[in-house]
């Protein structure tokens, strides 16, 4: 067993796949529409202006489809994983760019240097924060996950809960 195997931390790794798969169903039905989610190891909350009717149906839908296989639904492209990967890996370059400059007039001589450090950064960690969620974050499997509930907790905001 290792720590992502830890139940509460499996149970989490799972919402969020759920959550995510949600978030790609919710995102074909309403394009327009702004969404974000947060998991817990009983359920996640799923941040936007959907119906209930609508998220109930999506959040059935999402785990029909984890439970058939579509691991690949499981990584989102907004998913906070890769916004802090990105940010971790241009703020270290960055930060190694600026060495031990001590002066403001040194340290602005640098920054056409440290910005150029900073996007290479940026793009170098682009594949690693989706392969952190199908790896880390999430666990693509559902095995026994059972949706709860799916009920608005206050306007744009509803909480999804979990069993398993």
């Known amino acids: 067993m290792t720590l992502l195997d830890l139940p509460l931390i499996l149970e989490t790794r799972r919402n969020h796949a759920l959550e995510h798969a949600t978030l790609h169903i919710l995102g ?3 394009p ?3 969404l974000g989610g947060h998991s817990n190891p009983t359920g996640f909350f799923i ?3 959907v119906p209930t009717a609508a998220l109930r149906e999506a959040v059935v839908q999402a785990l029909t489809r984890l439970q058939s296989g579509e691991r690949h639904l499981a990584v989102h492209p ?3 994983t890769n916004y802090a990967v990105s940010g971790l890996f241009a703020g270290l ?3 190694l760019g600026m060495g031990n400059a001590r002066s403001g007039r040194e340290r602005l001589a640098r920054l056409p240097f440290v910005v150029v450090l ?3 950064g940026f793009i170098l960690s682009q594949p690693l924060g989706p392969a952190l969620q199908a790896r ?3 666990e693509a499997d559902p095995a026994d996950l059972t949706i709860v509930d799916v009920y608005p907790v206050w306007p744009g905001v509803h ?3 979990t069993r398993g």
């Open 28 to 30: 074909q039905r309403f």
């Open 32 to 34: 327009r529409q702004r």
């Open 47 to 49: 941040l936007g202006n």
């Open 78 to 80: 907004g998913c906070g």
């Open 93 to 95: 370059l960055a930060w």
């Open 118 to 120: 900073a996007t290479i």
């Open 136 to 138: 880390v974050t999430t």
């Open 159 to 161: 909480r999804v809960v």
